[in-house]
């Protein structure tokens, strides 16, 4: 099962609004789920079952999407958050992950 | 405070082996499945094994399986990776993380360099 990240760089302006794409090879119903990754950083978990918040995520990140299209918003980018973006299915064995999408700074 | 420190990297020739450990506070580790996740320098994240929080269930990805084992120990809540037949390209920074599912919290990562 193969996740496709859409774009690989994502040029954005601090207060712009991001959007990041996950496309499923095939469908993995809602478990989906989203980590940022900052440079010298392990991930960390943001968004999982497609659209919930981990623990202490601000709101200005959301998920969306079912089957196998996904998407992660960010509504008004902060400097913290530039950074590497992954998706990951749980839906299946073995668990794999998107390439990666960079939030860098425009 | 749930907290999760990788040991056991190290440099290792081609073709070796090696156990990387992953202790666990802060949370309820038996009832935990647990995951190992890789990030090959540079690169990006990839699955490698899960296993469940009774140890019964262990899963792997295409490329580690026949010749890494997970496995853990609850009485000592220690989460375990035994890397045989080591390759270059399992050179990576290895992380273990809460859950089989998606990976809730995550370590800081121990590094395996496999080169002669």
């Known amino acids: 099962l193969v996740m496709t990240q859409s774009p690989a760089t994502l040029s954005v302006s601090p207060g712009e609004r991001a959007t990041l794409s996950c496309r499923a090879s095939q469908s993995v119903s809602s478990d989906l789920a989203w980590y940022q990754q900052k440079p010298g950083q392990a991930p960390r978990l943001l968004i999982y079952?497609?659209?919930t918040r981990a623990t202490g995520i601000p709101a200005r990140f959301s998920g969306s999407g079912s089957g196998t299209e996904f998407t992660l918003t960010i509504s008004s980018l902060q400097s913290e958050d530039f950074a590497v973006f992954y998706c990951?299915?749980?839906?299946?064995?073995?668990?794999?992950f998107g390439q990666g999408t960079k939030v860098e700074f425009k | 405070e749930v907290q999760l420190l990788e040991s056991g990297g190290a440099l290792v020739q081609p073709g070796g082996s090696l156990r990387l450990s992953c202790a666990g506070s802060g949370f309820n580790f038996g009832s935990n499945g647990m995951t190992w996740v890789r990030q090959a320098p540079g690169k990006g994240l990839e699955w490698v094994s899960a296993i469940t929080g009774s140890g019964h269930r262990t899963y792997y990805g295409d490329s580690v399986k026949g010749r890494f084992t997970i496995s853990r120990d609850n009485s000592k809540n220690t989460l375990f990776l035994q890397m045989n037949s080591l390759r270059a390209e399992d050179t990576a920074v290895y992380y273990c993380?809460?859950?089989?599912?998606?990976?809730?919290?995550w370590g800081q990562g121990t590094l395996v360099t496999v080169s002669s």
């Open positions: 079952d497609t659209s």
């Open positions: 990951q299915q749980y839906n299946h064995w073995p668990r794999t």
């Open positions: 993380a809460t859950r089989s599912t998606f990976a809730g919290h």
